[in-house]
Structures are given as structure tokens and as C-alpha cells.
């Protein structure tokens, strides 16, 4: 019955939106309409109205939604969604002050006398409003009133001008910012979430333990990744379209002929060129740069670009008219203004404490001032001419407030689907399908694109991505990022504005087109570019580099980048250091054979046998990395003839599982059936069969386990577990070899800081003397915390501390505390009197020690990545990892 009403969710949701019913109350309308039927049926039929629900009841399904109520619109952590409305806001107000009226005059008449230039000029615009506006219909329409005129009076084919016009006014659902990225982003993080039960779940069925280790875990993503990741195929795409229209053009003239400029390639074209590009290329650095940079997130670089469009809004639409410029000369001063501010003084209001402090506090203040003022005088102006303002606001508040809608009622008819078993059908399904990862993939993508054909982007990817993207994630044979997934994802969806008959981006066309041109030639022009997303789709599957790199990028160079412990980036970290081992194998070597002739008969016998160990240990990292790479190239090598037995094997016993669970449920129901109604009633007789059946279909799936599979997993879990051990010991070997140095540099740098102290340690015996035990407590506490600033100081510490300890008690015990100040004394004078002669005869020696191998053997250790470094395990992450061999 599950089933059935499942039929009816999907029925009831496809009939909805194919009678053109409002997407925003079609969903969740349809999902309360199944799961109340199913909930009366249940209660009238089985007297339980869970009785028809494949999980859970009508209850969670009602807690579900609730959930995902506040999720949106209370939880202060789901932040990504806020950015939509500021992004839809800067879209239509660049719309409206007509900047792509300027762009694409201004580049037909830059590319025209080439041929294909008129086209060329279009994606190259498409390619700029992308990046500035991402509003579909509003660039389509803007390009179709302003170039498609041109381009027919020139003779261009008409399929050819209207697929160029199309497809390059999708771009802006690819290019970022892009409302498709935030919501797949959105949809995304929550996958990541329930993939990463799926593959906890897996992992703990094929080896038993209960913990997934991290660097197996599903990799998240957030809008800003997605803006990154999307960049590059976004461009890759742009250069399809204008390779195809330059080879069309020339090998067939009559397609795009050459357009020649009447004017003069003067100083004055040239001013009228700049100031159509460099505002919208300004305002794409400052938006796409501040994510890039990292100094916003992407809520705060929607508000940056909301900002810029007003100003740029206020500055076109009073065009003409004298001071058309003062409020952005304004705002662009007052930007200048903070960042000299900015990288001159402090500027922290909680913070001050000099007199240059409080200047760059009011310097800041000021250009702040200004800034805001220009910001409202734009304001001003958008609200007085042609109520633009007004139409804007109104704009973004429907726009937004549907997206928002859809959003919610996409949540309760996924919540519906599941709690009828339908991911579980979905899953059961792309798990059967041989091929792996790759046909699961392939048909999600071919089914996402067919969906293209009737459905609108915000559509699939609130309703289908939830269902799909939590099962192919958690997939450890593909190992795929989230981020690439949702890029993967967001270039397919692209097609459905292009795909006939209901591609919204044709309908905006066909309404602004003259009647001359044809509809059929509209479908016909499309199809190349429709071929051209799926070459882009292919491209940036087979290279995931292209979507990786930037993200991984901009996280390992960034502040707040991870550390070189960090367990993801732990394989990587071993190739680069095999790498470094063999190309500078002589002079690490060489740097580890000038330690060892360290004269270190002036350290303290404890510390000479650390450092002695540790130099040791560093010769010992050549042979220890060898056996880790030596340890992964025999799994790998065991891992050809191992896989495709473990794969057999995992699925039958998934099958086993499956089989159990069922078992374990129906044996319940048939104990309380015998209970409730004896043991010849017919329901009864019939689960009892049922049961049977399922027993024997267990037995039958664990006979059918490939012959010799418990031997070969045993020996291959044996070659795992030798991987897991070398690179083990690995690890040790570097961090016993490197930890040492850093100390006893540190340890040599403090003796001056410690020699600074005596004064401060020998003013304690007055104290004693006074023989007041608080007094002498409170003196030490304090010679204690100073001692604390200096590094590796712990020994001295101690031997002032014993003071303390001493006098503390009833009874105080001032003589012991004479001796302890005397040997704190003692102390303080042999451990600076060692460290002044180690420093000076050794310092210069361990520095550069450290310094040659401080990127290899020492890397793991260190604060924050090198940048050098970090560029390599960008590269090194970008790709995808086949970890299943591990499961």
C-alpha cells in the first residue's frame, strides 16, 4: 500500500504542474493530499493511520515540516538563503538602470567587423550580466530587444542570432552569483548530511567499527565553494559558444557576416567602451573578489554588490544630467579612503589605546560617512526617476518570497516521499544497476535533463536533489564532492531555460522577437547550444579539477585554513613529501649529517639525548615513507583482482541485510497477528509463508557469496591494516623528528628573556624573609605568570613554584621556602648559563637545520600550510579518490 500511495504523491504532483497549477502551492499541496488519504485509509482499514507509512507516521511528517519552517526562517546558522534576495535585488536593479543596453552597443561595435562578432558580442555580454545580474529573464530580454534587430539586419541566420541570444542569457545560472548555485548549496548541505549516515552506516557494516574516520567522510559545501567551483566551467562554456560561432561563421560566411563599425576607433570609442566595461567588470572583482580574498562570506558580498548596484543605478539613470557622477565618485572616494585606513591604522573600537588609534577610528568613521551618504543620494535618485526603486523592492520581494515558498513546499513533498519509501525505492534501484557509481550517475543526470524539458530549475533541484544527491554522495567508489556535484548538477539544469517546449529562456525570446522570425528556427538555433552544455557537462565531469581546485584553493591558502595535521590532507601531504625526498634527496641528507656533528656537550644530558633521537629519527623518514608508499602500491596492486569480488560480495550482503531487516519486522507483526487473531487465521498462514519465502531467499543470497570471498577480505583487510600501520609510523617517525628542534629553538632563543627574570626571582628572598606565607604565595604567583611568558621556560617555573608549595598549609614552613629559593636560583642561573653557550655556538646551525627541513619532515607540524605547499594539495584534492576498497 506504501506503494500506491506513493503512485498517487507523484501523480497528484505531476498532474499539478502539468495542468499549470502555481509550483509554490502544487508540492506541498500534493504531499498533504497523499499523506492525508493515507493517514484516513490507514485509520478506517487497519484502524492505525501509520499502518500505510513506510517510515514514521503522519506526525513526523507534520514535525518534518515544521523543522524545515524554522530551518529557513529562524535558525541564525542557516544563513546561506539570505543571500538570494540581495543577489535578485542587484540583479533587477542593474536590469532596470539599462547597464546591458550599454555593454552590448558598445561590444557590437568592438567585435561587429569580425565574423560572428555580433554573436561574439553577445555571449561576451551574456557572460558580464551573468556575473552581475544572474536574472535570466531579464538579460534574454534586454539582449533580444537590443541585438536581434542588429543581427537580422545584418543578415544572420536567424537560428544562429536567436541560440547565440538564449544561451548566452542562461549564463547567468552557471556564472556566480548565481541563484541556482545558493539553492543547490542549500539543498546540498543537507545531502552531505544524510550521505554521510549512509557511508558511516556502510562502513560500519563491511569492517564493524563504529567510527567512520574522517578522511573517508563526505566533503561539504557551502555557497561560496559552489560560486568558486561553478567559475571555471562557467568560462569553459562561454569559450564553446564562441568557438562554435567563429567556426560556424567561417565555414559557412552567410551564417554571421562581418558587421563594419561606421565610426572612428578613436579616443572617444574608446572612453565609451571603458565606461560601458569597467562598471560591471568593478563590480565583479568587488563581489566575486571579496569571496575570492575571503574578506566576505557570501551574505556579505550579496549586500557589497546590492550596494554597487544602486550606486551604479544612480549614477545611468540620471545620465545626462549634470553631477550624474558625484554620488559614485562619492562612494568610490570613500572606499579608497577605508582601505588606506584600513592597512595604515588599527581600526577596532574595542581596541583603543593610542592617539593613532583614535585618528584612524575617525578617519574610518568619516569615509563610512560619506560612503553612506552617496548610498542614499543614489537611494534618492532610484526613487524618483520612473519609480524605480519602488518597482525593484517590489521585484525582489515576490521573486525572493517565491523561491522561499517553493522551498518550503519542496521540503514537504520530499518529507511525503520518504515517509512512503520512495528514497528507499529510488536507492534500491541505482544500486542495482551495474556500472557502479557512473550509470547511477549517468541516468540521474539523463532524468534530471528529460525533467528539463517541463520543468523550471528551482523545481529539480529543490524536489530531485534532495532524493538523488544524498545516495550518489555517499557513494565511496566515486568519493565526489558535494560541491562538484552541485556544479555537475546546476550545468544540466542550464538546459531546461533551452529545451523546447518549455524553455523559459525561448518564451522570453519569443516574446520580444519580431514575427518574421520563426519559432521552429528559435528550436533549431538551440540545439548546437543545447549540445554545447552537454560537451561542458562531459568536460567537467572527466575533469573534476576544474570545479575542485578553486575551492580547495581558496580554503588551504586562507587564515583560517586547515592545519597540516588535518586528516584529509594526509595522503596528499605523503605524495609531496615523497616527491621533495627524491628530488632533494642530497641536500636534506647532507642537512641531517651536519646535525648529528652537533657539539652538545654543553646541553643538559636529557635534552642531547632528545635532540640525538630526533636527528635520528629523520634519517629514519626516507626508509619510513618508502615502506608507507611501498604499503599503498601493494593494495593498490591486490586491489585489481580484489574489487570486483568485493563488489559482488558487499552487494549480496547488502542484499542479506536488507533480507534481516525485513525478518526482524514481519516476525514482529506475525507474534502479534498470532496474538491478536490465532494462529489458522488466513493473514496469519499468509505472513508466515511470507516469512518463509524470505528465509530461504537469505539462505539463497548467502550461498550464493562468491567462493573464497572471507579469505580473500581477510588477507586484503591484512594489507589495509599494514597501509594504515606504515603510514603510522610514518607520521611518528617525522613528528619525533621535527617536535625536538622546534622546542630547543625556541629553548636557545629564551635565554636572554630568562636572564631578564633574575631580578624578579631574587627579589622573592626579601619576601620570604618578611615571613608572611600569603605575602610569599601571592610574590610567587606572580614571578609565576611572568616566567610563564617566556618559551620552554617550564623548568625554571617549577623550581619557583616549589616555594609556593612549601609555605601553603597550617604551617608554613620558612626554611624549606630558603631552600627552595636557593635552588630556583641555582636553577634559573645553570639553565640560562647552558642556554647563552648552546645559543651562541648552536643556533645558527639548528636555524638552518629547521630551515631545510621544516616543508618536509617538519611539515605535519606546522601552524599553517606554505603556500607552495598549499597549491599542490589543491591540485593534489581537486580530483577524486576511490576509497571503496577501504569498505
Given at each position: 500500500?506504501?506503494?500506491?500511495?506513493?503512485?498517487?504523491?507523484?501523480?497528484?504532483m505531476?498532474?499539478?504542474?502539468?495542468?499549470?497549477?502555481?509550483v509554490?502551492?502544487?508540492?506541498p499541496g500534493?504531499?498533504?493530499?497523499?499523506?492525508?488519504?493515507?493517514?484516513?485509509?490507514?485509520?478506517?482499514?487497519?484502524?492505525?493511520?501509520?499502518?500505510?507509512?513506510?517510515?514514521?507516521?503522519?506526525?513526523?511528517?507534520?514535525?518534518?515540516g515544521?523543522?524545515?519552517?524554522?530551518?529557513?526562517?529562524?535558525?541564525v546558522?542557516?544563513?546561506?538563503?539570505?543571500?538570494?534576495p540581495?543577489?535578485?535585488?542587484?540583479?533587477?536593479?542593474?536590469?532596470r538602470?539599462?547597464?546591458?543596453?550599454?555593454?552590448?552597443?558598445?561590444?557590437?561595435?568592438?567585435?561587429?567587423?569580425?565574423?560572428?562578432?555580433?554573436?561574439?558580442?553577445?555571449?561576451?555580454?551574456?557572460?558580464?550580466?551573468?556575473?552581475?545580474?544572474?536574472?535570466?529573464?531579464?538579460?534574454?530580454?534586454?539582449m533580444?530587444?537590443?541585438?536581434?534587430?542588429?543581427?537580422?539586419?545584418?543578415?544572420?541566420?536567424?537560428?544562429?542570432?536567436?541560440?547565440?541570444?538564449?544561451?548566452?542569457?542562461?549564463?547567468?545560472?552557471i556564472?556566480?552569483?548565481?541563484?541556482?548555485?545558493?539553492?543547490?548549496?542549500d539543498?546540498?548541505?543537507?545531502?552531505?548530511?544524510?550521505?554521510?549516515?549512509?557511508?558511516k552506516?556502510?562502513?560500519?557494516?563491511?569492517?564493524?567499527?563504529?567510527?567512520?574516520?574522517?578522511?573517508?567522510?563526505?566533503?561539504?559545501?557551502?555557497?561560496?565553494?559552489?560560486?568558486?567551483g561553478?567559475?571555471?566551467?562557467?568560462?569553459?562554456?562561454?569559450?564553446?559558444?564562441?568557438?562554435?560561432?567563429?567556426?560556424?561563421?567561417?565555414?559557412?560566411?552567410?551564417?554571421?557576416?562581418?558587421?563594419?563599425?561606421?565610426?572612428?576607433?578613436?579616443?572617444?570609442?574608446?572612453?565609451?567602451?571603458?565606461?560601458?566595461?569597467?562598471?560591471?567588470?568593478?563590480?565583479?572583482?568587488?563581489?566575486?573578489?571579496?569571496?575570492?580574498?575571503?574578506?566576505?562570506?557570501?551574505?556579505?558580498a550579496?549586500?557589497?554588490?546590492?550596494?554597487?548596484?544602486?550606486?551604479?543605478?544612480?549614477?545611468?539613470?540620471?545620465?545626462?544630467?549634470?553631477?550624474?557622477?558625484?554620488?559614485?565618485?562619492m562612494?568610490?572616494?570613500?572606499?579608497?579612503?577605508?582601505?588606506?585606513?584600513?592597512?595604515v591604522f588599527?581600526?577596532?573600537?574595542?581596541?583603543?589605546?593610542?592617539?593613532?588609534?583614535?585618528?584612524?577610528?575617525?578617519?574610518?568613521?568619516?569615509?563610512?560617512?560619506?560612503?553612506?551618504?552617496?548610498l542614499?543620494?543614489s537611494?534618492?535618485?532610484?526613487?524618483?526617476?520612473?519609480?524605480?526603486?519602488?518597482?525593484?523592492?517590489?521585484?525582489?520581494?515576490?521573486?525572493?518570497?517565491?523561491?522561499?515558498?517553493?522551498?518550503?513546499?519542496?521540503?514537504?513533498?520530499?518529507?511525503?516521499?520518504?515517509?512512503?519509501?520512495?528514497e528507499?525505492?529510488?536507492?534500491?534501484?541505482?544500486?542495482?544497476?551495474?556500472?557502479?557509481?557512473?550509470?547511477?550517475?549517468?541516468?540521474?543526470?539523463?532524468?534530471?535533463?528529460?525533467l528539463?524539458?517541463?520543468?523550471?530549475?528551482?523545481?529539480?533541484?529543490?524536489?530531485?536533489?534532495?532524493?538523488?544527491?544524498?545516495?550518489?554522495?555517499?557513494?565511496p567508489?566515486?568519493?565526489?564532492?558535494?560541491?562538484?556535484?552541485?556544479?555537475?548538477?546546476?550545468?544540466?539544469?542550464?538546459?531546461s531555460?533551452?529545451?523546447?517546449?518549455?524553455?523559459?529562456?525561448?518564451?522570453?525570446?519569443?516574446?520580444?522577437?519580431?514575427?518574421?522570425?520563426?519559432?521552429?528556427?528559435?528550436?533549431?538555433?538551440?540545439?548546437?547550444?543545447?549540445?554545447?552544455?552537454?560537451?561542458?557537462?562531459?568536460?567537467?565531469?572527466?575533469?573534476?579539477?576544474?570545479?575542485?581546485?578553486?575551492?580547495?584553493?581558496?580554503?588551504?591558502?586562507?587564515?583560517?585554513?586547515?592545519?597540516p595535521?588535518?586528516?584529509?590532507?594526509?595522503m596528499?601531504?605523503?605524495?609531496?613529501?615523497?616527491?621533495?625526498?627524491?628530488?632533494?634527496?642530497?641536500?636534506?641528507?647532507a642537512?641531517?649529517?651536519?646535525?648529528?656533528?652537533?657539539?652538545?656537550?654543553?646541553?643538559?644530558?636529557?635534552?642531547?639525548?632528545?635532540?640525538?633521537?630526533s636527528?635520528?629519527?629523520?634519517?629514519?623518514?626516507?626508509?619510513?615513507?618508502?615502506?608507507?608508499?611501498?604499503?599503498?602500491?601493494?593494495?593498490?596492486?591486490?586491489?585489481?583482482?580484489?574489487?570486483?569480488?568485493?563488489?559482488?560480495?558487499?552487494?549480496?550482503e547488502?542484499?542479506?541485510?536488507?533480507?534481516?531487516?525485513?525478518?526482524?519486522?514481519?516476525?514482529?507483526?506475525?507474534?502479534?497477528?498470532?496474538?491478536?487473531?490465532?494462529?489458522?487465521?488466513?493473514?496469519?498462514?499468509?505472513?508466515?509463508?511470507?516469512i518463509?519465502?524470505?528465509?530461504?531467499?537469505?539462505?539463497?543470497?548467502?550461498?550464493?557469496?562468491?567462493?573464497?570471498?572471507?579469505?580473500?577480505?581477510?588477507?586484503?583487510?591484512?594489507?589495509?591494516?599494514?597501509?594504515?600501520?606504515?603510514?603510522?609510523?610514518?607520521?611518528?617517525?617525522?613528528?619525533?623528528?621535527?617536535?625536538?628542534?622546534?622546542?630547543?629553538?625556541?629553548?636557545?632563543?629564551?635565554a636572554?628573556?630568562?636572564?631578564a627574570?633574575r631580578?624578579?626571582?631574587?627579589?622573592?628572598?626579601?619576601?620570604?624573609?618578611?615571613?608572611?606565607?600569603?605575602?610569599?604565595?601571592?610574590?610567587?604567583?606572580?614571578v609565576?605568570k611572568?616566567?610563564?611568558?617566556?618559551?620552554?621556560?617550564?623548568?625554571?617555573?617549577?623550581?619557583?613554584?616549589?616555594?609556593?608549595?612549601?609555605?601553603?598549609?597550617?604551617?608554613?614552613?620558612?626554611?624549606?621556602?630558603?631552600k627552595?629559593?636557593?635552588?630556583?636560583?641555582?636553577?634559573?642561573?645553570?639553565?640560562?648559563?647552558?642556554?647563552?653557550?648552546?645559543?651562541?655556538?648552536?643556533?645558527?646551525?639548528?636555524?638552518?637545520?629547521d630551515?631545510?627541513?621544516?616543508?618536509?619532515?617538519?611539515?605535519?607540524?606546522?601552524?599553517?600550510?606554505?603556500?607552495?605547499?598549499?597549491?599542490?594539495?589543491?591540485?593534489?584534492?581537486?580530483?577524486?579518490?576511490?576509497?571503496?576498497?577501504?569498505?
Amino acid at each position: 500500500m506504501e506503494l500506491f500511495f506513493l503512485f498517487i504523491l507523484v501523480v497528484l504532483m505531476a498532474g499539478a504542474l502539468a495542468s499549470g497549477f502555481p509550483v509554490a502551492f502544487a508540492l506541498p499541496g500534493s504531499a498533504i493530499v497523499a499523506i492525508g488519504l493515507a493517514a484516513l485509509t490507514g485509520e478506517i482499514f487497519a484502524g492505525n493511520p501509520d499502518a500505510y507509512f513506510s517510515q514514521g507516521s503522519p506526525v513526523n511528517w507534520l514535525t518534518a515540516g515544521t523543522t524545515n519552517l524554522r530551518g529557513i526562517y529562524w535558525e541564525v546558522e542557516r544563513d546561506t538563503l539570505i543571500a538570494i534576495p540581495l543577489f535578485v535585488f542587484m540583479g533587477i536593479m542593474l536590469q532596470r538602470s539599462k547597464i546591458a543596453e550599454d555593454l552590448l552597443v558598445a561590444m557590437a561595435q568592438l567585435f561587429g567587423p569580425i565574423r560572428g562578432g555580433l554573436g561574439i558580442s553577445v555571449v561576451f555580454v551574456g557572460a558580464l550580466l551573468a556575473a552581475t545580474t544572474g536574472i535570466v529573464g531579464a538579460t534574454v530580454v534586454a539582449m533580444g530587444l537590443i541585438s536581434l534587430p542588429a543581427m537580422l539586419r545584418n543578415n544572420y541566420s536567424h537560428s544562429l542570432a536567436t541560440g547565440t541570444i538564449a544561451a548566452s542569457g542562461t549564463l547567468g545560472q552557471i556564472i556566480p552569483p548565481s541563484i541556482v548555485l545558493i539553492i543547490l548549496a542549500d539543498q546540498l548541505a543537507n545531502a552531505v548530511d544524510q550521505a554521510g549516515m549512509l557511508r558511516k552506516s556502510e562502513y560500519k557494516v563491511a569492517t564493524g567499527d563504529f567510527s567512520l574516520p574522517s578522511e573517508f567522510g563526505v566533503i561539504s559545501t557551502s555557497a561560496g565553494d559552489m560560486f568558486m567551483g561553478a567559475l571555471l566551467p562557467g568560462l569553459v562554456l562561454v569559450a564553446l559558444y564562441m568557438i562554435y560561432i567563429l567556426v560556424a561563421s567561417y565555414l559557412n560566411p552567410k551564417l554571421a557576416p562581418a558587421v563594419a563599425y561606421e565610426g572612428n576607433y578613436d579616443r572617444g570609442f574608446l572612453v565609451r567602451v571603458l565606461l560601458a566595461l569597467l562598471p560591471p567588470l568593478t563590480l565583479i572583482f568587488i563581489v566575486l573578489g571579496s569571496i575570492i580574498t575571503g574578506i566576505a562570506t557570501v551574505n556579505q558580498a550579496g549586500a557589497i554588490g546590492a550596494a554597487g548596484a544602486l550606486v551604479m543605478a544612480g549614477y545611468r539613470l540620471y545620465d545626462g544630467h549634470r553631477g550624474a557622477f558625484y554620488p559614485a565618485i562619492m562612494a568610490l572616494t570613500s572606499l579608497i579612503g577605508i582601505l588606506v585606513v584600513i592597512n595604515v591604522f588599527t581600526v577596532n573600537v574595542n581596541d583603543i589605546k593610542t592617539t593613532d588609534d583614535v585618528i584612524g577610528i575617525t578617519l574610518a568613521a568619516i569615509a563610512v560617512f560619506f560612503f553612506s551618504v552617496s548610498l542614499l543620494w543614489s537611494g534618492y535618485r532610484t526613487l524618483r526617476i520612473e519609480n524605480t526603486m519602488q518597482e525593484v523592492m517590489m521585484e525582489t520581494a515576490k521573486t525572493s518570497s517565491l523561491v522561499f515558498i517553493i522551498l518550503l513546499g519542496a521540503a514537504m513533498l520530499t518529507a511525503a516521499f520518504r515517509a512512503f519509501g520512495g528514497e528507499e525505492l529510488v536507492r534500491d534501484f541505482l544500486t542495482s544497476l551495474p556500472g557502479g557509481f557512473w550509470a547511477q550517475f549517468i541516468i540521474v543526470m539523463t532524468v534530471i535533463f528529460v525533467l528539463g524539458f517541463f520543468l523550471d530549475f528551482i523545481e529539480i533541484a529543490v524536489v530531485v536533489v534532495p532524493i538523488v544527491a544524498p545516495i550518489l554522495l555517499a557513494d565511496p567508489s566515486a568519493n565526489i564532492t558535494a560541491v562538484w556535484l552541485g556544479v555537475m548538477i546546476g550545468l544540466n539544469i542550464q538546459t531546461s531555460f533551452l529545451t523546447p517546449p518549455f524553455g523559459f529562456a525561448l518564451f522570453y525570446l519569443r516574446g520580444v522577437a519580431p514575427a518574421v522570425v520563426r519559432t521552429i528556427s528559435m528550436y533549431k538555433g538551440v540545439i548546437p547550444f543545447i549540445a554545447l552544455q552537454l560537451l561542458a557537462l562531459v568536460i567537467v565531469g572527466g575533469f573534476p579539477q576544474l570545479v575542485n581546485y578553486l575551492p580547495n584553493r581558496l580554503s588551504l591558502t586562507a587564515e583560517t585554513s586547515p592545519p597540516p595535521k588535518n586528516p584529509r590532507l594526509q595522503m596528499c601531504i605523503e605524495n609531496y613529501v615523497g616527491v621533495q625526498f627524491t628530488d632533494n634527496d642530497a641536500a636534506i641528507r647532507a642537512a641531517i649529517a651536519d646535525a648529528r656533528a652537533w657539539d652538545l656537550s654543553m646541553v643538559p644530558e636529557k635534552t642531547a639525548k632528545t635532540l640525538t633521537g630526533s636527528i635520528a629519527a629523520a634519517n629514519g623518514s626516507f626508509e619510513a615513507i618508502s615502506a608507507a608508499h611501498e604499503a599503498t602500491a601493494n593494495l593498490r596492486t591486490a586491489a585489481i583482482d580484489y574489487q570486483p569480488l568485493q563488489r559482488v560480495a558487499r552487494k549480496i550482503e547488502r542484499n542479506i541485510k536488507q533480507l534481516e531487516a525485513t525478518l526482524k519486522v514481519d516476525n514482529k507483526e506475525l507474534n502479534r497477528l498470532r496474538r491478536r487473531q490465532g494462529e489458522n487465521d488466513p493473514t496469519v498462514i499468509a505472513l508466515a509463508e511470507e516469512i518463509a519465502e524470505t528465509t530461504a531467499a537469505k539462505e539463497a543470497a548467502v550461498a550464493s557469496l562468491p567462493a573464497g570471498w572471507a579469505a580473500s577480505s581477510k588477507a586484503f583487510q591484512g594489507l589495509i591494516l599494514a597501509e594504515k600501520k606504515a603510514r603510522m609510523v610514518y607520521r611518528r617517525t617525522v613528528d619525533n623528528a621535527y617536535q625536538p628542534i622546534g622546542k630547543f629553538v625556541d629553548t636557545l632563543k629564551s635565554a636572554d628573556g630568562l636572564a631578564a627574570l633574575r631580578d624578579d626571582v631574587v627579589a622573592l628572598d626579601k619576601v620570604i624573609a618578611g615571613g608572611d606565607a600569603k605575602a610569599i604565595q601571592a610574590a610567587v604567583k606572580a614571578v609565576e605568570k611572568t616566567i610563564g611568558t617566556v618559551k620552554e621556560s617550564s623548568t625554571v617555573r617549577s623550581a619557583v613554584a616549589k616555594i609556593r608549595r612549601v609555605v601553603r598549609g597550617k604551617k608554613p614552613n620558612f626554611e624549606k621556602a630558603e631552600k627552595a629559593y636557593n635552588q630556583a636560583i641555582a636553577t634559573l642561573d645553570r639553565e640560562v648559563s647552558w642556554r647563552a653557550a648552546a645559543r651562541d655556538s648552536l643556533l645558527p646551525s639548528v636555524q638552518a637545520y629547521d630551515a631545510a627541513i621544516k616543508d618536509t619532515i617538519g611539515l605535519r607540524l606546522q601552524n599553517k600550510l606554505p603556500k607552495h605547499v598549499a597549491l599542490y594539495l589543491a591540485k593534489c584534492t581537486a580530483g577524486h579518490r576511490d576509497i571503496s576498497i577501504y569498505f
